[in-house]
């Protein structure tokens, strides 16, 4: 009963340096998207995959690479971290068509701050 | 382009009131999916509630109900009886269009603070 995982749940980075943040999800979902949260701005799309091996940007997509190689798997990459990407990240999927609303599971968060 | 906004940043609501969070949302395309969210303090985030845009009545769960008007592309959303544990961030979302392609937008959430 997993759900979505993510990992690390808190990281602390360099200006400069890079790093990976893991999403997995065991339920056979073929959408899966990665937001960030800061304070006031709520939850904005950095970018989202309908499928393995097709991803899309979002509204915030610079700064970020995703990749989707497989269903299960959903890594945010920052390959030069700045202060401005110090934020809560949420992963989340949902399963498409038929009686599904859509409606996204989320994992639990990974704080990121950057010096 | 879609988007959605919540206007209230912030709300005290006495508890066992009635409480009705705002949103409004924009998108051409007829499709669409609108949702709501709570985020209490710890965290995680909480699926509310769900309307479709064909849906012909407006949606309800348990204390939770969503007021649906088209017309005007809002979807508000009313707890009744409010109690202490739904102090909480509350955001509403839509997907516009049901492709498999859709992408989900959040509003910048309410606060909501439920007084004893």
């Known amino acids: 009963n997993a759900g979505v995982t993510q990992t690390p749940k808190f990281q602390v980075l360099k200006t400069g340096q890079s790093m990976t943040l893991q999403c997995a999800q065991d339920?056979?979902?073929?959408?899966m998207s990665w937001y960030r949260q800061d304070p006031g701005m709520g939850l904005r799309l950095i970018h989202y995959?309908?499928?393995?091996?097709?991803?899309d940007q979002g509204e915030v997509p610079n700064g970020y690479n995703v990749s989707r190689s497989t269903t299960e798997d959903f890594p945010l990459r920052l390959l030069s971290a700045a202060p401005s990407q110090t934020s809560v990240y949420f992963c989340?999927?949902?399963?498409?068509?038929?009686?599904?609303?859509?409606?996204?599971?989320f994992g639990e968060g990974s704080r990121l701050t950057v010096l | 382009a879609q988007k959605i906004t919540q206007t209230q940043p912030g709300m005290f609501v006495q508890e066992k009131e009635a409480v009705t969070l705002d949103c409004t949302y924009d998108t051409s395309d007829p499709s669409y999916g609108l949702f709501w969210y709570k985020q209490p303090s710890s965290g995680e985030m909480i699926f509310l509630i769900y309307?479709?845009?064909?849906?012909?009545q407006n949606a309800t769960e348990g204390r939770y109900s969503l007021n649906f008007q088209k017309a005007r592309k809002s979807a508000n959303l009313v707890i009744s009886a409010s109690q202490l544990g739904d102090s909480a961030m509350y955001f509403c979302a839509m997907r516009a269009g049901y492709s498999s392609a859709s992408k989900i937008i959040f509003g910048s959430g309410t606060r909501l603070s439920i007084r004893p």
């Open positions: 995959s309908v499928g393995a091996g097709i991803t």
């Open positions: 989340a999927s949902t399963a498409r068509g038929g009686m599904n609303t859509g409606e996204l599971f």
């Open positions: 339920m056979n979902h073929e959408y």
């Open positions: 309307q479709g845009s064909y849906d012909q």
